[in-house]
């Protein structure tokens, strides 16, 4: 079983910047983030592969958002800049149990955090 906790969410203007980190109970493979917004489905943001070499990113937010992880405290963060109204939701980060070629579907996750709210508004 590997825990997860998210933080760094809040509310921030049009064109800011948030950090988010989510902190793992233990090392896990490909981590990711997702979100989901008032009425909508849960959907791919990010996601980084067990060494932090290969990262993948929803065509939603390339140039915007960047994943990163560090082994060393098994957390992740997701630095997000130039934020935009549409991209408030509740965001989840997730972990797979082992090594997946799927990465950008949330069926193919097994642990979850417990959400963090990000809100973009003026």
């Known amino acids: 079983q590997v825990q997860l906790v998210e933080s760094g969410g809040g509310s921030v203007q049009p064109g800011g910047s948030l950090r988010l980190s989510c902190a793992a109970s233990k090392r896990a493979f490909t981590m990711g983030w997702f979100r989901q917004a008032p009425g909508k489905e849960r959907e791919f943001v990010a996601a980084?592969?067990?060494?932090?070499?290969?990262?993948y990113y929803a065509d939603s937010v390339k140039g915007r958002i960047t994943i990163s992880r560090d082994n060393a405290k098994n957390t992740i963060y997701l630095e997000m800049n130039s934020l935009k109204p549409e991209d408030t939701a509740v965001y989840y980060c997730?972990?797979?149990?082992?090594?997946?070629?799927?990465?950008?579907?949330?069926?193919?996750?097994?642990?979850w955090g417990q959400g963090t709210q990000v809100t973009v508004s003026s």
């Open positions: 980084i592969n067990w060494s932090g070499g290969k990262t």
């Open positions: 997730a972990a797979q149990s082992e090594n997946r070629i799927v990465v950008v579907s949330a069926t193919s996750y097994d642990y």
